[in-house]
Antibody, heavy 119, light 108 residues
Framework: QVQLLQSGAEVKKPGASVKVSCKASGYTFTGYYMHWVRQAPGQGLEWMGRIDPNSGITKSAQKFQGRVTMTRDTSISTAYMDLSRLRSDDTAVYYC????????????WGQGTLVTVSS | QSALTQPRSVSGSPGQSVTISCTGTSSDVGGYNYVSWYQQHPGKAPKLMIYDVSKRPSGVPDRFSGSKSGNTASLTISGLQAEDEADYYCCSYAGSLVFGGGTKLTVL
């Protein structure tokens, strides 16, 4: 069965960077996009961007361009999301979610990773 | 890219039907047949309920249905059950992907 297993919670200081991992299993990792979506406490969902694990090509939301880096390691079926220059309003649960090429929905989600930004 | 507009809350009694709207523009909801809906229970990851406006993934009850008219998409839940109480989010392609603000469904 498809599973996306994310890394554990993080606490970071403002200005620092955080790297969240998402290990995929149960399907061909390079056959699907991996998206990143975040949710601030008590707030809605926000799409951050996606990576094509086959090519490494990424596309990010304009809001995060220049601050987010998405990478992957196909040898271990793992995607990564690195967010830099953290601010307090980056405090959120970060999800990875699988997406089908040329389709625009997320069929499987990771369990979420809480990132807390606090001085 | 502005978020899609959803009502903050809706409610219904068990067995009734409720409809949640998701209003965008011709650049997102109205321009593409790529609207999806997600159910999220507290403390849990979202779950895909509807994709491509009206398609249901396997395992999702046929009580859940989706539709679209112009710039507004809708999720209808018929035969409400207690376990349907959750937050619901719409999402549309718009060059990138944009979510609605979410709707809290209360089953009375």
């Amino acid at each position: 069965q498809v599973q996306l297993l994310q890394s554990g919670a993080e606490v970071k200081k403002p200005g620092a960077s955080v790297k969240v991992s998402c290990k995929a299993s149960g399907y061909t990792f390079t056959g699907y996009y991996m998206h990143w979506v975040r949710q601030a406490p008590g707030q809605g969902l926000e799409w951050m961007g996606r990576i094509d694990p086959n090519s490494g090509i990424t596309k990010s939301a304009q809001k995060f361009q220049g601050r987010v880096t998405m990478t992957r390691d196909t040898s271990i079926s793992t995607a990564y999301m690195d967010l830099s220059r953290l601010r307090s309003d980056d405090t959120a649960v970060y999800y990875c979610a699988r997406g089908t090429r040329l389709k625009y929905y997320f069929d499987y989600w990771g369990q979420g990773t809480l990132v807390t930004v606090s001085s | 890219q502005s978020a899609l507009t959803q009502p903050r809350s809706v409610s219904g009694s068990p067995g009734q039907s409720v409809t949640i709207s998701c209003t965008g523009t011709s650049s997102d909801v109205g321009g593409y047949n790529y609207v999806s809906w997600y159910q999220q229970h507290p403390g849990k990851a979202p779950k895909l309920m509807i994709y491509d406006v009206s398609k249901r993934p396997s395992g999702v009850p046929d009580r859940f249905s989706g539709s679209k008219s112009g710039n507004t998409a809708s999720l209808t839940i018929s035969g409400l059950q207690a376990e349907d109480e959750a937050d619901y989010y719409c999402c549309s392609y718009a060059g990138s992907l944009v979510f609605g603000g979410g709707t809290k469904l209360t089953v009375l």
